[in-house]
């Protein structure tokens, strides 16, 4: 099979994003794969599809220094990009790509283990979606599925400013920042941490397609977008920069802890499940749930399967088990995939959120 690969190079914040969402929306089921290729221009903080901007990110930081916030359509958490950050993207028609995430991810991820060894790193695979290499994080990759197209996403980090990253997010407080600067300085790895001299964008990229057509059985052809692609594209800018997408989760809510009546609160929870962190916000009233919301870095099939959830559970009493046993069966309903966290898991969460309150 034929994989057209695209490396748009470097390109500013906002179209670096739209490269990729613009060639999945543009996907037909009958089209050939697609891998893309590029680097950021200009640095940029990057938030998950599932994340609430208003809790994960410093605005007045990323306003300050001139940061624009850009939310993706792949899950995870928030981020800070730049150029030395190479980022690939591969874009399968749904038909020709693993079905279920953990396998789209496993499929994928081994050509980027495979180049990594051939660059003198010793890079493993670390469920559910980590590579790592000797305990230090050397990139995340992030699956989603848009329009007719699925997708894995990921990076080879030349390097990356542990600095700006911690303080891009919000914390609540600055020895808590220290903490989390140390903490990533400790945790995450990049090609020049372990090689000294990192590889050329040529060289990691040669090699890469080199791995590409031996794990996936593809012939990497170099191409170019063409002009229906780069209309797509140009359309997933304008979208993707409208403040209604960035800002669309959490905003029927207000702050944590707001005791509306005797019987009725507004409250936020949290609980750090092996597949991410999850937040709920609950509108409850009479020990029942009103309003939900869930956000947080995980990933999940389909796209609005977390909001699905949240309504199906309007109603539920605020019991663990009540919680549990809803969540388990809304799940099934809504042919939930997300990987690493369980309807307990769910349900810790909200729980969390009620008793805070």
Request: glycine share 8%; net charge negative.
């Given at each position: 099979m034929q994989l057209r690969v695209l490396d748009f190079g470097s390109q500013p914040a906002l179209r670096s994003q739209a490269v990729y969402h613009g060639i999945?929306?543009?996907?037909?089921?009958?089209?050939?794969p697609v891998l893309t290729l590029v680097n950021p221009s200009s640095p940029y903080v990057c938030v998950g599809l599932h994340q609430d901007v208003t809790l994960e990110v410093d605005e007045d930081y990323c306003r300050e220094h001139q940061l624009p916030i850009i939310r993706r359509h792949?899950?995870?958490?928030?981020?800070?990009?730049?150029?030395?950050?190479?980022?690939?993207?591969?874009i399968y028609p749904a038909g020709k790509?693993?079905?279920?995430?953990?396998?789209?991810?496993?499929?994928?991820?081994?050509?980027?283990?495979?180049?990594?060894?051939?660059?003198?790193?010793?890079?493993?695979?670390?469920?559910?979606?980590?590579?790592?290499?000797?305990?230090?994080?050397i990139g995340g990759t992030g699956a989603a599925s848009?329009?007719?197209?699925?997708?894995?996403?990921?990076?080879?980090?030349?390097?990356?400013?542990?600095?700006t990253m911690s303080r891009c997010l919000k914390v609540p407080s600055e020895k808590f920042r220290d903490?989390?600067?140390?903490?990533?300085?400790?945790?995450?790895?990049?090609?020049?941490?372990?090689?000294?001299?990192?590889?050329?964008?040529?060289t990691v990229i040669k090699t890469f397609m080199e791995e590409l057509?031996?794990?996936?059985?593809?012939?990497?052809?170099?191409?170019?977008?063409?002009?229906?692609?780069?209309?797509?594209?140009?359309?997933?800018e304008r979208e993707l920069q409208d403040p209604e997408w960035t800002?669309?989760?959490?905003?029927?809510?207000?702050?944590?802890?707001?005791?509306?009546?005797?019987?009725?609160?507004?409250?936020?929870?949290?609980?750090?499940?092996?597949?991410?962190?999850?937040?709920?916000?609950?509108?409850?009233?009479?020990d029942h749930i009103v309003d939900l919301s869930l956000s947080g870095d995980f990933t999940v099939f389909p796209e609005d399967g977390m909001q699905r959830l949240a309504d199906a559970l309007k109603g539920v009493?605020?019991?663990?088990?009540?919680?549990?046993?809803?969540?388990?069966?809304?799940?099934?309903?809504?042919?939930?995939?997300?990987?690493?966290?369980?309807?307990?898991?769910?349900a810790t969460a909200i729980t969390a959120a009620f008793r805070g309150s």
């Open positions: 999945a929306h543009h996907m037909q089921p009958g089209d050939t792949v899950g995870g958490g928030a981020v800070f990009l730049d150029q030395n950050q190479l980022f690939f993207h591969f790509a693993p079905r279920r995430v953990s396998d789209i991810y496993s499929h994928f991820i081994e050509p980027v283990i495979q180049t990594y060894h051939r660059l003198g790193v010793q890079a493993i695979f670390r469920p559910v979606n980590d590579i790592h290499v000797d305990g230090r994080k848009i329009g007719d197209a699925t997708l894995m996403v990921g990076s080879f980090m030349f390097d990356f400013d542990v600095d903490k989390l600067r140390a903490g990533m300085s400790d945790y995450i790895t990049t090609l020049t941490r372990e090689l000294d001299t990192p590889p050329s964008r040529e057509a031996i794990h996936l059985q593809v012939d990497p052809v170099m191409d170019q977008a063409t002009q229906d692609e780069e209309a797509a594209i140009a359309r997933q800002y669309q989760k959490g905003r029927r809510f207000i702050e944590r802890g707001v005791k509306i009546s005797a019987d009725t609160h507004l409250a936020e929870g949290a609980f750090k499940a092996p597949g991410g962190l999850i937040r709920s916000r609950l509108l409850a009233k009479d009493p605020l019991t663990q088990d009540s919680l549990q046993g809803a969540t388990q069966q809304a799940m099934t309903d809504v042919a939930l995939d997300i990987p690493g966290v369980t309807h307990v898991d769910i």
